[in-house]
């Protein structure tokens, strides 16, 4: 038969398949390899041709080489899944299939390898195993047997709050999306489960979705749900609106939630209409909505982390917490109330606190709100001996402003930076030394409160 093409035609037209293809001779070199394979192998086309692949790949032997096998057996191997370690250290997972190749009496003459990268397809499945370990995990958080908060649960004497709280009970009647507005600690979870649990829904499912924990592609997974992919081998996965179907869904922190997504959010609070990802299939979902956000709403939105139209969809029925600084009574009436619960709690017989205690916590800024105090009064009970709180028992961090600012000394200047420095102390306390954190509570940006520690002052 005539020759029609060229070696290096042949050569040319391999290199617009996106398949990795080597093909070795009768012996095991390599007498050709396309730039799609030596990419995905780190290897260097010129150097290793004619070299043995023991050579060129050190980790394979005769008992691991698909190759040798074939060349040995003469038996084609097909569609074997591999995953290896280029000599760059990259992981490599492949599909391959290697094929025998005969002269015309059947003597085999070499072999021929054909290799699919599957590694980014590899990569994409186990985001979606994980996707679905967070779906099932959000399933457990509802099975779990732990009692949500009632509204007797909320404990208050501010006359603010419990106007709040009796809109929040109307609220509760109705299906309308809710959005709660507070800072860290001021009891958004206590309400929003104590809202679920006295509206008509209360014996079908709650779930609580945090926004800023996830990135992007996995949120929107668990929020919409997945279909079957062919290549990814996923089983159809509900999302987080089939499995709250009836129930009340709480998008916390949904200032964190990316842009996109807040726009799929605002028309699934619209039409309650949705679709998995990778479906075409419109879904419905009745579910009502909580939202809650960490930060003032307009400032969100000002900054771009909350849009607008969202906002005003939410907005319709909004609940505000106030820091527990700016309620009135509840510094004292929540210490009573912690108090006898940890007694409860440890076995303690605690009274109270002490007058300098209570000065204390009425000067103090607690920035960790109602949480803070939680703890603090949680961590004095578990270790006291005596019957009372005394300012033995609670942090030093509580106690800054007295001991160290000297009231006779008006410098303005140093008077300040005495305060920032126990203002940076208490968050980088209430935060639990996270930086990041620390700065959202001081509001200022992290670099500038890297420095500010670093050049000390505060302790961190
Ligand atoms: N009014 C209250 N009465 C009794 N306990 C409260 C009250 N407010 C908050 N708590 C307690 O304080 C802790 C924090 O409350 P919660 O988790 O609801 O705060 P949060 O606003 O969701 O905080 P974060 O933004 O940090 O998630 C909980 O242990 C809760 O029981
Ligand atoms: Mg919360």
């Known amino acids: 038969m005539k020759k029609v093409f060229q070696w290096e035609t042949i050569q040319k037209i391999t290199e617009y398949i996106s398949d990795g293809l080597q093909i070795v001779d009768y012996e095991g070199k390599l007498i050709f390899c396309n730039r799609k394979s030596a990419m995905l192998d780190d290897i ?4 290793s041709l004619g070299k043995h692949i023991t050579e060129i790949y050190p980790s394979l032997d005769e008992s691991n080489s698909t190759i040798l096998k074939v060349l040995k057996t003469g ?3 097909l569609n074997l899944e591999q995953r290896y370690t280029t000599y760059l250290g990259n992981e490599i997972n492949t599909v391959n299939s290697t094929i025998p190749l005969h002269d015309s009496r059947g003597k085999i003459i070499g072999a021929v390898e054909i290799s699919k990268n599957i590694t980014d397809m590899k990569k994409l499945s186990e985001q979606v195993v994980d996707l679905q370990k967070v779906v099932l995990g959000s399933e457990e958080r509802f099975t779990e047997d732990k009692p949500l908060y009632k509204f007797e649960d909320i ?3 501010d006359p603010r709050t419990i106007k709040m709280i009796s809109r929040a009970m109307k609220a509760a009647m109705t299906d309308a999306s809710v959005l709660v507005v507070g800072d860290t600690g001021t009891g958004k979870e206590l309400l929003v489960q104590a809202i679920h649990n006295s509206s008509n829904r209360n014996n079908k499912p709650f779930i609580v979705q945090n926004c800023a924990s996830l ?11 997945t279909l079957k992919g062919g290549f990814t081998g996923s089983i159809n996965r509900p999302g ?3 499995i709250a179907n009836d129930g009340t869904l709480f998008l916390d922190e949904i200032n964190s939630m990316p842009n996109q997504l807040q726009t799929k959010i605002l028309r699934v ?4 209409k949705f679709r998995r990802i990778g479906d075409t299939r419109i879904r419905e979902a009745n579910v009502r909505i909580i939202a809650a956000v960490n930060e003032d709403p307009f400032e969100a939105i000002e900054k771009g982390n909350l849009r607008r139209d969202l906002f005003y969809r939410l907005n319709t029925i909004t609940l ?3 820091r527990l600084t700016e309620r009135n009574g509840d510094i004292e009436v929540l210490t009573k109330y912690f108090v006898n619960k940890f007694n409860k709690k440890y076995f303690r017989n605690v009274k109270g606190i002490t007058k300098e205690v209570t000065e204390i916590f009425d000067n103090f800024s607690w920035m960790g709100n109602v949480r803070e105090l939680e703890h603090v009064i949680e961590g004095a009970i578990s270790l006291i001996e005596g019957e009372w709180i005394t300012i033995y028992d609670i942090p030093e961090y509580l106690k800054g402003n007295k001991k160290r600012i000297d009231n006779s000394d008006l410098n303005l200047r140093k008077r ?4 920032e420095v126990e203002l940076i102390e208490e968050a980088m306390k209430v935060s639990n030394g996270n930086i990041s954190k620390a700065s959202l509570l001081l509001n200022i940006p992290r670099q500038t409160l890297q420095y500010k520690l670093k050049k000390g002052g505060a302790k961190n």
């Open 155 to 157: 404990i208050t004497e």
């Open 269 to 272: 609070i619209q039409d309650g």
């Open 44 to 47: 260097d086309i010129m150097d």
């Open 215 to 225: 990135p992007e592609s996995l949120l929107e997974g668990i929020l919409f749900g």
């Open 320 to 322: 505000n917490l106030n």
């Open 75 to 77: 038996e084609p191997i």
């Open 416 to 419: 300040l930076s005495v305060l």
């Open 240 to 242: 987080l609106f089939e």
